[in-house]
C-alpha cells in the first residue's frame, strides 16, 4: 500500500515510467542472469501471454489435466493462442511427470491430422500444494528441449515453492530449462500484479505487442511496478512465502493422517466429513469444499502462527 | 464422374447454380421435414462449420475422447469455434453413453472460471464402426435439450449407419434431437463433396457466411452439389451403404473372435500379431495398422462379396 | 486512494465482494434505468469485450477512421471479435455523421462475400475533444436500430462529454439508443478502473464469461469496485469532468485562433510551428506533438484554473 | 476432364498420392528454382493461408483498398490470420505504387499501440485488370526487404498477367523479391484447383498444418493435383491465359473510349448508360454492372475470337 502510494504521482503513462523501467533490472538480479520482465494484472494474463508466444494457434500445450489453465481459466488459453489445443497428462497432485510425459508423447503420431505440442506448462507449487524440485523441473526440460518443446512455468505460488525448496530462483527455473515464468505476487501480497518474465529475452517484444492488444498495458501502470519492486525489495516475497508455508505445516501437523497430499507449500487437503465440515463452519471458520470428503485450506502471506492455530487445534479436535 | 461431367456446364457462380438450389428440396424429402443444406468439400469443415455455428467460442464441445474431431482434424475445431473447448468423454468404441455425458455434466461447476458446454458431437457411424440406434441417440437429445446444449452428427458413414439400421435417416437424427448433421458422400462414393444439414433452418444464414469466410464457398460448386444430387437420386448412397456393410460382415464373419469390436457398418477391427499382419501384406492385402497388435479394415462403397473374399479367406486362413 | 485503502480488506474474490455488487444498482440511479455493469482495468478491455458481445467474429463494426479503437488498440478489437473487420468512416474531428454512416453502409452488397456490420462505435468526447448531443447520437442510434446493428460508445472522456453537454447521462446514451457504454474513472481521477455498462441487462453473462476469458477478472477486483463507486458518489466523476473541461476552456481561449478544432471537453489542438513548440518546451512545458505543425494538449480532472494559467499565458503570448 | 477423369483410381489418401507428389518438381521446373507448392481447392484459401504463414496476429497485411482480400473474401483473412488487421493503399486501377506504400508506412508510429505490417499482399493481373510489370514488383519487393515485411502475390489471374507481359513466370515472382504466390486455376480452365507456391521452401510444414487445421486437405487430393499438372503440362495455363487476354483486347478495341482502364489482362471495364446496359442484354449478352455507369466483362480461357466478336460488334454498335 505504501509502495503503491508511493506511486501516485505523475510518471510517463503504460510501461514507460521509473518503475516499470527497472523491473529487469530487478529480475535480472533475482534469477543471476539478464531476463526480460513486464507485468500484467492478472495470473491468467500471465500464463496465457507466455503460452501464446511459445505455441502457434496450431500447436498444442501440453499441460497437467488438473491444471489452473485447463480447468479454471475460462478458455483462456485458448483465447490467447488463438484455439491451440491442451493436451493434458495425468498423475498424482497434479504433478507432470517425465514418464508421463513421455506416454503422451508417445501417443501422438506426427503428421498434420494431429496436433502437434509446442509447449509444456506446469505449476509450481502445483494446485494441490506440491513443489517440483529443480531436479524434477530439470528432468522435464530435458524432454522439452529434445522434442524443441517451449516450457512454461505457472509461478501463482512460486514464492512458496521457492520457499520450501530453499533454491535459488534460478535453480528451478532457466536452470532446469524453463523458458517463461509466470511469477505470481498477487497471492503473495500484491494488490493486483504479475510478472510474467521471460529467460529468453528476445521474446519480450512479441509479449509486449500481445499484451497491449488483450487489453492489459494500463496506462497508469507504474502501480503494477511499484507492487513487484516492493515485494523483490529485500526479499520481501520469498519472506512472505515462508510466512505462509509455516502456517501451513503447523496446521498440516495438527491435521495428521488428514491429509491428501504431503504439505509443501501453502495448501492443505484434508479428509472432513460433511459433518465435521459443519462443525467446523459453527465454530467460525472458513473454507473451500474440495468435492465429497474434501476440505481445502490455503494460508496467506500474512498468516502468523497466532493466526492459524485456532483453526489448526479445531481440526486435530475433530 | 457422369453427373460431375453433366455438371460441366457454364451456371451462377459459388452456389447460385441450379444444381446447388436443389439441395434444400432433396434433403427436406429425405429427412421428411423442411431443412437446410449446403454442401462443402470436406467431412472437417461440414464438422466445424456446425461446431461453430452451436457453440460459441467461450464454451465448449462435449465429444468422444476418440472422436475424430478431437484426435484426427489437426486442431480445426478449435479454430473454427475460435478456441471452444473439446471436453472429451470416455467410452467403449468411441460411442458416447448418457450415463457418461451425465457423468461429465456433473463435474463441471456453473461459474465463468470454467468452461460451459454449448454442444455436443457424436459420429454415427462411431470411429469404431458401431452404430446408435434412434433411442440412443434420442437419450442424449434429451440430455442436451434439458441443458440448452446443440446436437450435432458427424456423419462421415451416415450411409453406413443407416443403412444398418434400416431406419428413416429422420428417427436417427432430427427425432432424436439432433440440430445438424454432416452428412457424408466422400466416403461413400463422392469425390469430394459433403453436406451440411441443419434441421433448425434459420441457422443457414450464418453458416453460409462462416462458409465463405473459411474459403470453401467453391466457385465452381454446381460440382459438388450435382454429387451429391447423384448420390441421393433413387437412394444410391443407401445403396452405396448397404454394399460396404454386407462386405464388412463378410469380412467380420471370416475374422470371428478376432473382432475387437461388434462390426455394425463397414470397419472391421481384428486382433492379428506382427507375423499375421506381416502374413496378409504378403498375400497383397493391405491395411492399416491399430497400434499393438490390432489391424483396421475398411471396406467402401463399391467393395462387392467377390472384392472382400480372398481377404476373408486369408484372415480365417491365419 | 482512500477508498482503495478502505478496500483493503478481506472479502470475496474476483467479483463477488460488497464493493463489486454495488456496481448495479449505482449504475442504474445513474442511468435512471436497471443496467448491467462491470469493472474491467482498462478502457480498451472495455471497449473490446463490449464490441466482442455485439459483432460475430463474420461481421463488421463501424467506427470512425480515426478512432481509438481503429488506430491505437494494437488490434485489441480484433483480437477481442476474433476477426471482425472495422470499417471505417470519415468525418470532421473524428465524429461519425448519420450521412457518413449512410454512405458507407450504401456501399456494402449484402452477400457472403462482404462482411456485414454488426455494431458501431463512437467516442464521446471523441478523439480530437468534439462532443456528440443528444441529438446527434440519436440520429445514428436509429440508423443501427433500423439495420440491426449495435450500438457501443467510447465514453473514455464521457466524464467530459456530460459535464461539456450538462444533460443526464441517459439522454445521451440509452435513450439515443446506445446499447452499451465503456465509462472511463482511469482518465479521471481512478487509478486503474474503468466500467462497462450494458443498457441491454440480458448481455452481461456472456461478457462475465468474456472477461474471464482474456484474463481480465482480477482476484482483488473490489479494489477496481471501490475506485468507480468512490467516483460515482457524490457525482464525484462530473465534478472532475467540470474541472478539466474549465481549465481546457480557459486555454482554449488563450489559444484562440490557433486552435484546429472547437474545445468542447479537455483536449485542445492548437497550431504551433517547430519553434513555438521549441519555446513552450524550453519554458518547461510538456504536450504531445501532432503531427506537423500541431500539438495536442490534454486537460486532467484535477487541474485548477491555476495550474494551467501559465501555459496559457505562454501559448498566448507566442 | 480428362486428367480427372484419369485420377479416377486408387492411391493414397490427402496428399499422398503420385499427383500430389510431383507438385514440387512441375512448380520448381517452372520457377526456375525450388520451390514448395501444395493445392487448395479455392483461391480465398491460398490467400489466407499465405498471409496467415507470412503475418502473426498481432500484425498487419498491407493490400490495395479494392483488394479482393479487404472487399470480397467475407472476412477471410481475418480469420486465418486470427485478427491481422488488413492496412490499406489507395491507388489507380486497384494497384499499389511504391508511393503509395511509402506514405502508407510513413504514417505508422513503431509502438505497442499501432499494429505494425508484417506482409504486403498485391494482385496481379489487379482487380481492374492491370498488370505489375516485373520492376513494378521489384519495386514493392526492395521496400518489402528493407522493412522486414513478406511478401504475397494474389495470382487468380497469373496466367492472364504473365501471358500479358511475355516474360518468365520467375521474373514477376521470386526474382522480383515475392515470397509466396496464389497461383490461379480455377478461373483458367481448372474445376476447383488452385496452387500454393512457397518461395521459401520451408514455410511448407506450417502451411500444411494450417490446410489441415482449416479443412482444405481434401481425402481425394490427387483430383486437384491432375488439374493442376494437366494445366502446367506444355504449357496448358499459359496458352488459356493468352486466349482470355486475345478475346479482351478484341473487346477492347471495339469498346475503344468507353474502356475505364487500360485492358491488359482479361477484364474490360466500360462506361454505359443504364439504356445501353439494358440494350445489350435485350440482345442476349451478360455481364456485370459495376456501380453507376460501368460494366465488367471478364473473358474466359476458353473464349475465341468468335466467341466474343458478337459482343464487341453490339459494343461499338452502341
Redo the contacts between chains.
Keep these: 500500500?505504501a509502495a503503491?502510494?508511493a506511486a501516485?504521482t505523475l510518471d510517463t503513462a503504460y510501461d514507460g515510467d521509473a518503475w516499470s523501467g527497472r523491473l529487469d533490472a530487478a529480475f535480472s538480479d533475482l534469477f543471476e542472469r539478464r531476463v526480460s520482465a513486464i507485468w500484467?494484472?492478472?495470473?491468467?494474463?500471465a500464463n496465457?501471454l507466455a503460452l501464446a508466444v511459445l505455441c502457434?494457434?496450431?500447436?498444442?500445450v501440453l499441460c497437467h489435466e488438473e491444471a489452473h489453465v485447463q480447468?479454471?481459466?475460462?478458455?483462456?488459453p485458448?483465447?490467447?493462442?488463438?484455439?491451440?489445443?491442451?493436451m493434458t497428462v495425468p498423475g498424482v497432485g497434479a504433478k507432470v511427470t517425465p514418464d508421463a510425459l513421455k506416454a503422451k508423447l508417445g501417443t501422438l503420431r506426427n503428421d498434420?491430422?494431429?496436433?502437434?505440442p509446442h509447449a509444456l506448462t506446469i505449476t509450481n507449487a502445483t494446485e494441490y500444494g506440491l513443489v517440483y524440485t529443480p531436479e524434477e523441473v530439470a528432468a522435464l526440460g530435458a524432454l522439452c528441449r529434445d522434442r524443441g518443446i517451449g516450457f512454461h512455468m505457472d509461478g501463482a505460488r512460486f514464492a512458496n515453492a521457492v520457499a520450501s525448496l530453499g533454491c535459488s530462483p534460478a535453480d528451478v527455473t532457466w536452470r532446469a530449462g524453463v523458458d517463461a515464468l509466470s511469477f505470481g505476487f498477487?497471492?503473495n501480497g500484491g494488490?493486483?500484479a504479475e510478472a510474467l518474465v521471460f529467460f529468453k529475452p528476445n521474446l519480450i517484444d512479441?509479449t509486449?505487442?500481445?499484451?497491449?492488444?488483450?487489453?492489459?498495458?494500463?496506462?497508469?501502470g507504474r502501480?503494477l511496478a511499484a507492487q513487484i519492486l516492493a515485494l523483490l525489495e529485500g526479499d520481501l516475497w520469498l519472506e512472505n512465502g515462508r510466512a505462509a508455508n509455516a502456517a501451513a505445516r503447523l496446521m498440516a501437523e495438527a491435521a495428521g493422517t488428514r491429509c491428501v497430499h504431503p504439505v509443501q507449500a501453502n495448501e492443505i487437503f484434508i479428509r472432513v466429513t460433511a459433518a465435521e465440515a459443519a462443525s467446523l463452519r459453527t465454530q467460525g471458520f472458513d473454507f473451500y469444499d474440495w468435492g465429497e470428503g474434501e476440505a481445502r485450506l490455503v494460508t496467506a502471506w500474512n498468516h502468523s502462527a497466532e493466526d492459524v492455530r485456532p483453526l489448526a487445534a479445531a481440526i486435530a479436535a475433530l
Design positions: 500500500m503503491i502510494a501516485d500484467v494484472p492478472t495470473g491468467t494474463a496465457c502457434p494457434p496450431f500447436g498444442g480447468t479454471d481459466e475460462g478458455g483462456a485458448e483465447f490467447y493462442t488463438h484455439g491451440a489445443k491442451l498434420v491430422h494431429q496436433v502437434q498477487t497471492k494488490m493486483s512479441e509486449k505487442r500481445r499484451r497491449k492488444r488483450a487489453g492489459h498495458l494500463l496506462s497508469k502501480y
